[in-house]
Nanobody, 115 residues
């Protein structure tokens, strides 16, 4: 089992930047993939970015490609999401997820982008 805690959300103006963090604890050695998702009110949770814990190989949703960067610090057991050029449509609760034998979710962190 693992526990995930997201942080770094907040209110930012369009065009601004935020860096989200997701700190993992517990059985971190079994983590294969870490992924960021987001969910706006009344909408489906959508994929944002993912990274292989050991090998890297980041992948992104088309909507954030070129603006967001996912990275990880294995020594700190933390995955990051650097978000640049934020748009109002990026407003959502951002969740990180860790895949082992099942998917583990963090509690989420709110990102609000004003126009």
């Amino acid at each position: 089992q693992v526990q995930l805690v997201e942080s770094g959300g907040g209110l930012v103006q369009a065009g601004g930047s935020l860096r989200l963090s997701c700190a993992a604890s517990g059985n971190i050695f079994s983590i294969n993939v870490m992924t960021w998702y987001r969910q706006a009110p009344g909408k489906e949770r959508e994929f944002v970015a993912t990274i292989n814990w050991r090998a890297g190989s980041p992948r992104y949703a088309d909507s954030v490609k070129g603006r967001f960067t996912i990275s990880r610090d294995n020594a700190k057991a933390t995955v990051y999401l650097q978000m640049n050029g934020l748009k109002p449509e990026d407003t959502a609760v951002y969740y990180c997820a860790a895949d082992i034998a099942q998917r583990y979710w963090g509690q989420g962190t709110q990102v609000t982008v004003s126009s």
